[in-house]
């Protein structure tokens, strides 16, 4: 079955442009998360849905970052005024939504902020 | 989530057998061992996970000491596909949330 996807996979802005990264998660996962990922680093946890809403959201780094999930489905993370410290690979999971389960994660789109 | 230690990079020829430590020695009763691991360029693939015995599918063995205080992560048959950086995590579900909190790894070099 289709994985984990996510678009664009690869996005070049400007600073100061805001940029939209899209996630699809697997059918019928209602868990969703974003994690980020520096050149070089290690995975930043960003924020988690459960469903529609995100009981957490503390790994968002700035109030530029902002993110959205609709239909239990896709989710938009958003970055307003893009800054070059945002150049990073940003990746989205899914899991079933139960305790203990595996998170599948997508490909990533990287961000590279000039 | 409690805190892991891991080499930061370990070699391994081909068809030998890859054993990946990890100390995590503050770890809670109710915290499950994870690893996954992230082949350049791509998002990190789950690997295996268990709580207090020792697990084994079909790409890896999980064998957690008595007081779980380590594990080892062992790939039987290494190949040069399983060059990766590894990740150990250790993790409840709070309810909340079950974000996954990863440190730098291990980067495991197959060689030929």
Request: one cysteine or more; aromatic letters at 8%.
């Amino acid at each position: 079955g289709a994985g984990v996807s996510q678009s664009p996979s690869n996005k070049v802005t400007e600073k100061g442009k805001d940029v939209e990264l899209r996630c699809d998660p697997i059918s019928g996962h209602t868990a969703l998360y974003w994690y980020r990922q520096r050149l070089g680093q290690g995975l930043e946890f960003l924020i988690y849905f459960q469903g529609n809403s995100a009981p957490d959201k503390s790994g968002l780094p700035s109030d530029r970052f902002s993110a959205e999930r609709t239909g239990e489905s896709v989710s938009t993370l958003t970055i307003q005024r893009t800054q070059q410290e945002d150049s990073a690979v940003y990746l989205c999971a899914s899991s079933p939504g139960l305790d203990q389960e595996t998170q599948y994660f997508g490909p990533g789109t990287r961000l590279l902020v000039l | 989530d409690a805190k892991t230690t891991q080499p930061t990079s370990m070699d391994c020829a081909e068809g030998r057998a890859a054993n990946l430590p990890c100390n995590h020695s503050t770890i809670s009763g109710n915290e499950y061992v994870y690893w996954y691991r992230q082949i350049h360029s791509q998002g990190p693939q789950y690997i295996i996970h268990g709580l207090k015995n020792n697990e084994t599918n079909e790409m890896a063995s999980l064998i957690i000491t008595e007081d779980r205080k380590s594990s080892t992560l062992i790939l039987p048959h290494a190949t040069l596909r399983d060059t990766a950086v590894y990740y150990c995590i250790v993790r409840v579900y709070s309810g909340n949330t079950g974000k996954l909190i990863f440190g730098q790894g291990t980067t495991l070099q197959v060689k030929p």
